[in-house]
């Protein structure tokens, strides 16, 4: 589904997208997309990939700012193979024709995407910044990276999401949780759940590149490593940021709600 640009003010809703290398690409400004279900990616059209041997399939692609994505269901976007050994993912905020402004990004539930969001800088036809984009609410449980966002940006927060690597059958070039590139990268990191395994080969926050991550702010977030408890953060913890069992209800089959005695009671994505 393409809503090209100057089709503003569209609604996606109650949708199922399945057997497709991209599901939904928007150029539609205060446009809401929401309520749809999205998976598995079409293995037959060049072998699964959008462009081969680069780019993977995409559930939901944003080509312009001032949109909301909410209450998606997307699950199987990736394909094994190629320049990165794996690619695609659930969210791409991509077009360097225009801007990557107001996005709000809430209440999402992915898994065994090839990430959670990327939004781009570097191969962008004109190099344009981000500024005002909120993720929260969401649940994680794809391969790679939470977020890989090499475009500088401005008053943006990831902020109550429940984020588990644990699944890494696959892995692409960034294997870490939290990629930052270009400064300034003015993002607010709060009161999220992130939980990873021994099989994490690359820290949570991952520090080369362009050295957005230390430009960040992290306050109340709590990490846990199933294996040992102990994880490899990449950088100091952070004012009140904890490393603790969050007491999911039942991790392993999908529930993530917190037990009464949770360390991290009101934080996480299903915890409002």
Known sequence: LHVSLGNDYVIIRNNEFANTPKAIHSY?????ITENYIHDSNMDQSNGFLSAPYWGPIGIHLGIGNQEVSHNTIENMFVAGGEYNADGGAI??????????????????????????EISWWDDAEKMSSSNITIDHNVSRDYQDFVLWWAPTSNSAIESNTIIRTD???????????????????????????????????????????????????????????????????????????????????????????????????????DE
């Open 28 to 32: 539609s400004e205060y446009s809401l």
């Open 92 to 117: 791409e905020i991509d077009d360097g024709r225009n801007h990557k402004d107001n996005i709000h990004i809430h209440h999402n539930h992915t898994d065994h995407n090839m990430g959670f969001v």
């Open 168 to 270: 890494n059958q696959y892995t692409g070039p960034f294997d870490g949780v939290f990629i930052f590139d270009a400064r300034p990268a003015d993002v607010k990191i709060r009161t999220n759940i992130v939980v990873t395994d021994n099989d994490l080969t690359e820290a949570v926050f991952i520090e080369n590149f362009d050295g957005g991550v230390h430009d960040v702010s992290r306050t109340d977030n709590c990490y846990w490593d199933v294996a040992d408890g102990e994880v490899n953060l990449g950088l100091p913890f952070g004012p009140g940021e904890i490393e603790a069992d969050p007491l999911f209800v039942d991790w392993k089959s999908g529930d993530y709600h917190l037990e009464s005695k949770s360390p991290c009671a009101g934080w996480g994505a299903l």
